[in-house]
């Protein structure tokens, strides 16, 4: 089959100061084109987020510069580019992603797009570049991750990192529940964790973090990216202080989106030493989606892991009760996360891939 050459546009996305803004247009276009390519990838619309609701990320950060690039064919917008550079410390890294619509796929508009990712990281001195996609499931060969847990199709997308030098890393797995089903189960569990967590009282707040709760919430938060299991990916890492918090917190209540955070808190020290955060757009009928969980080392064994998620759940459903489920992501070999939300009734509904490619120096 001979396929037209296509004229490619790459252009450097302005980011409007506000969504209302008179050069808002090309913004609010690029989120159209990003949720229309998730609800292709994945068949549903949980991963769509409105326009106004997305700027906030992209606004100015002293921890990580974020680039975008808006993708054009033939004079339409059919995707997007991003590299995200941290800033902390002296970073290698480099995250970023390319999404096409599907219409699009298999023309060289991807490896057009690829070789301006790794300009850009190179440019800004970064050799360690990484990328997650979702692989959703089909038939034939598959991909296995080194980690020994999890594989995924050899489909278009692991086609395309192969090609360009990248390896698989791990797998994570997105999980779904069901916010209109039994919650027995939820109360079940959260009066055996209650139970097993004698010491430790469920305090919860919604963003803002009270300043009673900055010192630990920043500890903790500083804990997610040297604790959760990262394969041979590489994340440097992150100080979290007051100011960080405060920063964290505004990308959550400039965007109109409400987090909930449950945490377990130390009655005798009043350290807090496990947490778990729900976030939902202005529309209530959307997913919910559940963003960082974590247990404190030196507090693990208590089950306060079950505690702080299912007494988030149960706040949530009176909070949301409109929203048809939560979905979350773990590393498929983070078998102390998953037994908490298997048995929380969190079922497996797309597996994602982690890419990572060293470039030389
Ligand atoms: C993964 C993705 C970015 C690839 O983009 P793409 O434009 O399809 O990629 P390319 O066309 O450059 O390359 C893909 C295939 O097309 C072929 N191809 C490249 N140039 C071509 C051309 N001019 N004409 C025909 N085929 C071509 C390539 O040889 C490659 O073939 P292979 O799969 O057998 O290796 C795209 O499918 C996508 O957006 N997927 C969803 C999001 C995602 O998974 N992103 C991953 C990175 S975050």
Redesign the pocket.
């Known amino acids: 089959m001979i ?1 037209a ?2 004229r490619i546009e790459l252009r450097p996305l302005a980011i409007p100061a506000s969504i209302d803004s008179p050069d808002a247009a090309d913004f609010i276009e690029m989120v159209r084109v990003r949720n229309r ?1 998730y609800a292709e ?1 994945s068949g549903h619309d949980d991963h769509r987020i409105a326009a106004d609701e997305l700027l906030p990320i992209y606004q100015p950060d002293e921890l990580e510069r974020r680039l975008v690039w808006t993708v054009s064919v033939d004079g339409e917008m059919v ?1 997007r580019v991003g590299v995200d550079l941290p800033l902390e410390g002296d970073s290698k890294v480099a995250f ?7 219409d ?11 070789e301006l990712v790794e300009r850009t990281a190179r440019e800004n001195g970064r050799t360690v570049l990484q ?5 959703p499931d089909a038939p034939g060969p598959r991909l296995a991750a080194p980690t020994g847990f999890g594989t995924i199709p050899d489909d ?2 692991a ?5 360009h030098g990248y390896t698989l890393e791990q797998i994570e797995r997105n999980s779904a529940f069901d916010l209109r089903g039994p919650f027995e189960e939820v109360k079940r569990l959260l009066s055996g964790a209650t139970a097993a967590s004698e010491g430790y009282r469920v305090v919860q707040w919604f963003a803002p973090t009270p300043a009673e709760f900055f010192a630990g919430y920043a500890w903790m938060k500083s804990r997610m990216v040297t604790d959760a299991p990262a394969a041979s990916l590489e994340f440097d890492e992150e100080t979290w202080d007051a100011a960080r918090v405060a920063r964290h917190d505004a990308m959550y209540t400039d965007a109109g989106r409400p987090l909930l955070v449950t945490a377990a808190q130390h009655i005798a020290t009043g350290e807090l030493c496990a947490f778990n955060e729900l976030v939902i757009g202005k529309d209530r009928t959307e997913a919910t989606h559940q963003e960082d969980t974590l247990v404190l080392k030196d507090h693990r064994g208590h089950k306060l892991g079950t505690l702080v998620k299912c007494a988030g759940l149960l706040t949530w459903r009176d909070f949301a009760p409109e929203s048809p489920r939560v979905i979350t992501y773990n590393a498929e070999e983070n078998r102390p996360m998953l037994d908490i939300n298997e048995a929380i009734g969190f079922v497996p509904i797309a597996y994602e891939g982690a ?1 990572k490619k060293v470039l030389d120096d």
Do not use: K, N, Q
């Not at 970023?96 to 599907?102: D, F, H, S």
């Not at 699009?104 to 690829?114: D, E, N």
């Not at 990328?131 to 692989?135: G, K, Y």
């Open positions: 396929t050459p296509v390519i990838i995707g970023w992603l390319i999404e096409l619509v599907r699009v796929w298999g023309r060289g508009v991807g490896s057009t797009a690829y990328s997650w996609a979702e692989h278009h997308a086609r395309f990192y192969v090609r890419w």
